[in-house]
């Protein structure tokens, strides 16, 4: 199960072979990164909001009763860090512009935080967290090609204002890293986190889940 809204992750797991459910989280992400404090990681961050998304899910299915057997959730967190901030989705067309104008030919990191937790007979069975870290090298588009991209929409909802796998991808020069990570969901580090539960992700392209 995907504790996510985000289309871009569901579509990278549903090519990687699984059908996952989804749940999106209800938590309330500036509250998680205000108790981590002013000392946390940029990498603490992502992987604590990945965390509390997944954990946020968890506790639902789990006094719903709704998941009988073995389940997983996968919850993840992604933000740009360029410059010493952690930059995430900008809502606005304003922040979006800036923050192209500002990070145009520039290197940033994206990192995705994940978490992964297994249910057995509806009770945690295990739990296992990540962080993926990827380097991208920015294009330097025009400021009207900045205004057009912006002015699709694309950029107001994704971590550091940009995608690799839609409109964006015109002004990423290249990466350094996991693309899917990039995306949304990085495939091996998950493969890490389902295969220090206990869960082969080869079962999952032939169940399906």
């Known amino acids: 199960m995907l504790a996510s809204a985000s289309p871009a992750r569901l579509s990278v797991l549903?090519?990687?072979?699984?059908?996952p459910l989804v749940s999106v989280s209800q938590v309330d992400e500036d509250a998680v990164l205000a108790a981590l404090g002013p000392g946390a990681t940029h990498e603490d961050s992502v992987t604590e909001l990945a965390r509390a998304k997944a954990?946020?899910?968890?506790?639902?299915i789990v006094s719903d009763g709704a998941v009988p057997g073995r389940a997983v959730v996968i919850g993840c967190d992604s933000m740009l860090s360029i410059d010493?901030?952690?930059v995430g989705k900008p809502h606005t067309p304003?922040?979006?512009a800036a923050r192209w104008r500002a990070m145009r030919g520039r290197t940033g990191r994206l990192l995705t935080g994940h978490c992964a937790v297994?249910?057995?007979?509806?009770?945690?069975?295990?739990e296992a967290v990540g962080t993926g870290a990827t380097?991208?090298?920015?294009?330097?588009?025009?400021?009207?090609?900045?205004?057009?991209?912006?002015a699709t929409g694309e950029p107001l909802q994704v971590a550091g204002a940009f995608t690799l796998d839609g409109l964006g991808g015109w002004f990423i020069e290249g990466i350094d890293g996991d693309p899917s990570s990039v995306i949304g969901i990085s495939l091996p580090l998950t493969r890490d986190l389902l295969t220090s539960l206990g869960v082969d992700v080869?079962?999952?392209?032939?169940?399906?889940?």
Request: charged share 25%; no cysteine.
């Open 118 to 126: 297994l249910l057995d007979d509806g009770a945690v069975a295990g």
């Open 55 to 60: 954990r946020d899910v968890v506790s639902r």
């Open 14 to 19: 549903r090519a990687a072979g699984t059908s």
């Open 84 to 86: 010493g901030e952690l």
């Open 94 to 96: 304003d922040v979006a």
């Open 135 to 150: 380097t991208l090298r920015f294009g330097a588009p025009s400021d009207a090609e900045i205004e057009a991209y912006v």
């Open 202 to 209: 080869i079962a999952l392209w032939t169940a399906g889940g």
